[in-house]
């Protein structure tokens, strides 16, 4: 398994933008899928957004089509979510987790997970 650590949440207004990231402490974290979950409080935990091991693939949920950019760094064991245009139903937990077929589909099973970083909108 490979240790995860998110950073980079915080309060930001409607409409605003967040970048959050995702440290990896594995060399081998260019061979993972990658995906990042939020879960709100009192919801289920959700799918965001996933990326192949190559970032050749990402894949994003509807809610977040067009708003939120999944992206890895490989060399510096690193992946990404910039969140723009945030919306008040974006506040949630989010997390960033690893799967090890590498292709980051919402359907793997990621077994690698970070503690997650709070997210906060204001409006």
């Known amino acids: 398994q490979v240790q995860l650590v998110e950073s980079g949440g915080g309060l930001v207004q409607a409409g605003g933008s967040l970048r959050l990231s995702c440290a990896a402490s594995?060399?081998?974290?260019?061979?993972?899928?990658m995906g990042w979950f939020r879960q709100a409080p009192g919801k289920e935990r959700e799918f965001v957004a996933g990326i192949s091991w190559s970032g050749g693939s990402t894949y994003y949920a509807d809610s977040v089509k067009g708003r939120f950019t999944i992206a890895r760094d490989n060399a510096n064991n690193t992946m990404y979510l910039q969140m723009t245009s945030l919306l008040p139903e974006d506040p949630a937990v989010y997390y960033c987790a690893a799967e090890a077929s590498g292709y980051g589909f919402p359907s793997r099973t990621f077994r690698s997970w970070g503690r997650g970083t709070q997210v906060t909108v204001s409006s």
């Open positions: 594995r060399r081998t974290f260019s061979t993972y899928g």
